[in-house]
């Protein structure tokens, strides 16, 4: 749980950053767009080292892995968890997603106003 607080707090932070992406390549500034993707890479690598060591929480223990693996993967929409511990898992993992969503939104419109035709998502209308 703790370990997922701290990576909500990381992707909280990605998404403050991703604004701010926003903002420094709406005023053409390359120095600031440049120092702002490095900090966000940043950002983006310790998510993924919390998510590393959650998985190594239940590393040889095949019991733990197929819980952790259950409390991590599962539908947080469809689950609510059993424990008061369990519950909180889902909401963090709830407003996580959430976050996520709206840097991908945001990350859509960026690359798609930059790259056009070339953008990683395509000529798609947006969603």
């Avoid at 749980?1 to 403050?16: A, F, N, P």
């Avoid at 709406?26 to 080292?49: P, Y």
């Avoid at 689950?79 to 709206?102: A, L, N, V």
Wanted: glycine share 4%; with cysteine; aromatic share 4%.
């Amino acid at each position: 749980m703790v370990l997922l607080q701290r990576r909500y707090h990381v992707i909280r932070e990605i998404s403050k950053l991703s604004r701010e992406l926003s903002d420094a390549l709406s005023r053409n500034d390359e120095v600031s767009t440049s120092m702002i993707l490095q900090m966000r890479a940043e950002e983006m690598a310790k998510a993924d080292e919390c998510i590393h060591e959650i998985w190594q929480l239940a590393d040889e223990d095949e019991k733990a892995q197929r819980e952790l693996r259950l409390l991590i993967m599962s539908d947080f929409g469809k689950d609510t968890g059993e424990s008061p511990e369990e519950k909180k898992i889902y909401e963090i993992r709830r407003k996580t997603q959430e976050i996520i969503d709206e840097i991908r939104s945001l990350d859509q419109r960026l690359s798609r106003k930059l790259a056009g035709d070339r953008s990683y998502y395509g000529d798609q209308k947006q969603q």
